[in-house]
């Protein structure tokens, strides 16, 4: 886990870093530059974990479930509180962000190939199996609704 250094910055610098910082990012024009930042920026682990996290977000933001995002993409369920706890709180860019990615035929494939691993799975100990039966010939059903539509 990453740590930040126990000496505080001065909240003028603090101000002026993080500035400079997202007025860089925001002068990256193409998709590739800034791929191309963040690889160089970020550790392997690190691209994971923040793409998980914008993973879980959109899960969430669909209303699947935490059980069903910790399985289908190994996350704990302490991250996907954080993250729930972030959406709670988003702004209403973040908001509209997410409608425009969900919306996103790209989005859309990925999210039917993680109902896809889901639906591999057994229930749970103790679930009513005929209703989660019912449950993935639905998600299939709709899955393939997609698919038809595309």
């Known amino acids: 886990m990453t740590q930040v250094s126990k000496y505080p910055l001065k909240k ?4 002026e870093l993080f500035s ?13 530059s800034v791929s191309e ?35 289908s993409i190994h996350v704990s369920y302490s991250m ?12 209403p860019n973040t908001i509209d962000l997410l409608e425009r990615v969900v919306k996103h035929q790209a989005w859309q494939s990925i999210a039917d190939s993680l ?4 639906d591999l799975l057994p229930p749970r100990r103790g679930s009513d199996w005929s209703r989660v ?18």
């Open 115 to 118: 109902d896809e691993s889901i």
């Open 37 to 71: 930042f963040f690889s160089d920026l970020l550790t392997d682990t690190e691209e994971i974990m923040l793409a998980k996290r914008f993973a879980v977000a959109l899960l969430l933001f669909q209303g699947k479930k935490p059980i069903d995002i910790a399985m």
């Open 133 to 150: 039966g019912k449950e993935k010939w639905k998600r299939k059903a709709e899955r393939n609704a997609h698919t038809v539509f595309q």
């Open 80 to 91: 996907i509180r954080g993250v729930s706890s972030w959406l709670d709180r988003a702004t």
């Open 12 to 15: 003028e610098v603090e101000h």
């Open 20 to 32: 400079l910082f997202w007025n860089s990012i925001s002068d990256l024009r193409t998709k590739s």
